[in-house]
């Protein structure tokens, strides 16, 4: 009996858990919060949303699993990883919050593979480049739905 209630705690406080549940909420948050938008402004969130929402569900329910069977050393490798990860979160957030999706994505996506993965260069460049291309090409040009240009740039332009 305390064994099965030791798992279920130690699933609400492993912060994989509480990574995916966070991840989750977003998503759904964003979604619900898209179906309120004009017609033309919540095709990209509800095409973001909707995925993410189901597979951030998939996620948690799969990290609640996980965490009933990991042991203290399996935790301080996460641990980093995790540190890691929220690290690459907010240099994202920061990023395209000051600079935009068009610039900040593709040196972020760059960044990303090439120095917190160790990807090859041409690896790294080619995503970087197909990035931009989806973002400006498909999105901007295709369906012409102007992306947020980040405050740094709005300031500078403006």
Not at 6 to 23: D, K, W
Not at 102 to 108: D, M, R, V
Request: aromatic share 14%; net charge negative.
């Amino acid at each position: 009996m305390d064994r099965g209630i030791n798992m279920q705690v130690n699933a609400v406080l492993n912060g994989r858990v509480a990574t995916a549940f966070v991840m989750m909420l977003i998503f759904v948050t964003m979604s619900l919060m898209a179906l309120g938008f004009p017609d033309k402004a919540r095709l990209m969130p509800l095409m973001v949303g909707i995925p993410g929402s189901v597979l951030g569900l998939i996620q948690l329910i799969n990290e609640i699993r996980h965490s009933a069977y990991e042991t203290t050393d399996d935790a301080a490798e996460f641990s980093k990883a995790e540190r890691s990860m929220f690290v690459w979160i907010f240099l994202y957030f920061f990023g395209i919050l000051g600079f935009g999706f068009i610039y900040a994505a593709p040196i972020l996506v760059f960044a990303f593979l090439f120095i917190g993965r160790k990807e090859s260069l041409p690896v790294s460049l080619i995503s970087a480049v197909a990035t931009w291309a989806v973002l400006f090409g498909f999105f901007e040009n295709g369906f012409e739905i102007p992306l947020f240009t980040g405050l740094l740039v709005q300031s500078i332009i403006a």
